[in-house]
């Protein structure tokens, strides 16, 4: 035997059915909402991203106290100021590598600038020897174009 509701008994049946969906789906979203908040914090906020973020702080260190030293030795006409700009300096970890090409003088300057800038641990100098103005040793190359195609190459992981 079926027995059937009255009217007010079906409205108030069906209020509370709504009432039930209505409530469920504030939890899904505000679930959502905030599983949406922690997975962008999450990434915000991860090692992986907070350590390329210093190491990018660590190269711009490193590369301006060899802009600074530069500056320095052509304002007392040492002559090594025109090799300090054929230098770049990439971090990762903490591990400073010098890109380009440069004298050895020029280079072991370079090695102890950059060996001096606090957060350095260690400096792999992967300069090119620059011996004279041959067009071997790299003179006709632009100034600032680090050679990065033998860096590359010798770096870990490289070709």
Same mark, same amino acid.
């Given at each position: 035997?079926?027995?059937?509701?009255?009217?007010?008994?079906?409205?108030?049946? @069906?209020?509370?059915?709504?009432?039930?969906?209505?409530?469920?789906?504030?939890?899904?979203?505000?679930?959502?909402?905030?599983?949406?908040?922690?997975?962008?914090?999450?990434?915000?906020?991860?090692?992986?991203?907070?350590?390329?973020?210093?190491?990018?702080?660590?190269?711009?260190?490193?590369?301006?106290?060899?802009?600074?030293?530069?500056?320095?030795?052509?304002?007392?006409?040492?002559?090594?100021?025109?090799?300090?700009?054929?230098?770049?300096?990439?971090?990762?970890?903490?591990?400073?590598?010098?890109?380009?090409?440069?004298?050895?003088?020029?280079?072991?300057?370079?090695?102890?600038?950059?060996?001096?800038?606090?957060?350095?641990?260690?400096?792999?100098?992967?300069?090119?020897?620059?011996?004279?103005?041959?067009?071997?040793?790299? @003179?006709?190359? @632009?100034?600032?174009?680090?050679?990065?195609?033998?860096?590359?190459?010798?770096?870990?992981?490289?070709?």
């Amino acid at each position: 035997m079926t027995r059937s509701m009255s009217a007010p008994a079906r409205a108030k049946e @069906s209020s509370q059915t709504k009432a039930s969906a209505i409530a469920i789906s504030v939890v899904w979203l505000a679930a959502i909402g905030v599983l949406g908040v922690g997975m962008t914090s999450a990434c915000a906020s991860s090692p992986h991203r907070a350590a390329v973020t210093a190491d990018r702080e660590l190269a711009r260190r490193a590369n301006e106290a060899l802009a600074q030293a530069a500056e320095a030795a052509a304002a007392s006409a040492t002559g090594a100021a025109g090799e300090a700009n054929r230098i770049e300096v990439t971090c990762y970890r903490g591990v400073a590598s010098l890109l380009g090409e440069s004298s050895q003088p020029a280079a072991q300057v370079a090695e102890r600038i950059v060996r001096d800038v606090p957060g350095v641990v260690r400096v792999n100098n992967l300069l090119i020897s620059n011996q004279g103005p041959s067009a071997t040793s790299g @003179s006709a190359r @632009s100034e600032k174009a680090p050679i990065t195609a033998r860096a590359t190459d010798a770096a870990p992981g490289g070709r």
